[in-house]
């Protein structure tokens, strides 16, 4: 069986020349997002050059006390998503229009669009300022009276979503993530059959650190009915502008 990874990078390489209409002699240019660089300093800017949006580890909570879900994540802007859940050894992976796979196997999302009959996921998020934490608690009460079947949270935003295209659980929202949690499984849910919104509906903005990943329009628009919305500093704000999350610091501490 030809090996995906060589194909996805030979893919990569292919559009990396397109982009910069570089002949096979020139090397190809790729940029990167990463989380670590990005909170080194580095710009957090999409541009029309492929870009590489990493996570090495999503789920750091769960890492540092060796809970449960871990994933890595990697993104080729809109082309490939790459999530690995290395505990369980799940690797799901996406290319655009050609959908998306846990190790080789097709994924789809639920066809339940009944909210009274859904799972949704969640996360709090790593912000501790007591006005965030009262909003994402007033949604979350929202949420569980909508009312829904039950609400969980794997630690993880990116394996939240791929729950959400595995069809384990219907819809998952978050405000306060980041662009490198959610671009690789972003593509997984759309090509699982899913939908993206934004928390006020309309469409996401990977950068805005806002999202919903559902199984269907008709749950992502009861969420956004019912989820208090607020608006965090965008990952691409000045880095002045952007403030540190209060969980990673005591995370890094560790
Ligand atoms: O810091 P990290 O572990 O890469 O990513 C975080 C995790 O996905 C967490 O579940 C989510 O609630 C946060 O919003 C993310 O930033
Ligand atoms: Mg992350
Ligand atoms: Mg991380």
């Known amino acids: 069986m030809a090996d ?18 570089t002949s096979s002699h020139v090397p190809v240019c790729f940029r990167f997002i990463g989380e670590e660089s990005v909170a080194a300093g580095e710009s957090c800017i999409l541009s029309d050059s492929p870009t590489w949006i990493i996570d090495p580890i ?12 871990v994933t890595s994540t ?8 790459v999530v690995y859940s290395c505990i369980e050894d799940k690797m799901f ?3 655009r229009g050609r959908g998306a ?15 009274e009959q859904a799972i949704v996921a969640t996360e709090f998020g790593s912000d501790r300022d007591p006005e965030v934490v009262d909003k994402i608690f007033q949604s979350l009460r929202n949420v569980l009276c909508l009312p829904v ?15 959400v295209a595995s069809g384990c ?27 993206l919104m ?11 650190r806002r999202i919903i990943a559902a199984n269907s329009k008709t749950v992502a628009e009861r969420l956004v009915k019912t989820i208090v919305a607020f608006s965090p500093p965008r990952d691409d704000a000045a880095p002045s502008d952007r403030c540190e999350d209060s969980t990673h610091l005591s995370a890094r501490k560790v």
């Open 4 to 21: 995906p990874w060589e194909s996805t990078m030979d893919h990569a390489v292919a559009i990396a020349r397109k982009a910069g209409e």
């Open 58 to 69: 999503d789920g750091t909570t769960n890492f540092v006390h060796t809970h449960l879900t």
């Open 74 to 81: 990697l993104d080729l802007q809109v082309e490939f998503g």
């Open 93 to 95: 992976t996406a290319r």
């Open 101 to 115: 796979f846990c190790n080789g196997e097709p994924l789809q999302v639920s066809q339940q669009k009944a909210v």
């Open 149 to 163: 079947h039950g609400v969980r949270g794997a630690g993880s935003a990116a394996m939240n979503m791929c729950l």
């Open 169 to 195: 659980v219907e819809a998952y929202y978050e405000i306060g993530v980041h662009v490198w949690d959610v671009a690789a499984a972003s593509l997984i849910v759309s090509e699982a059959g899913g939908v």
């Open 198 to 208: 934004d928390v006020e509906g309309g469409e996401v903005d990977l950068m805005s």
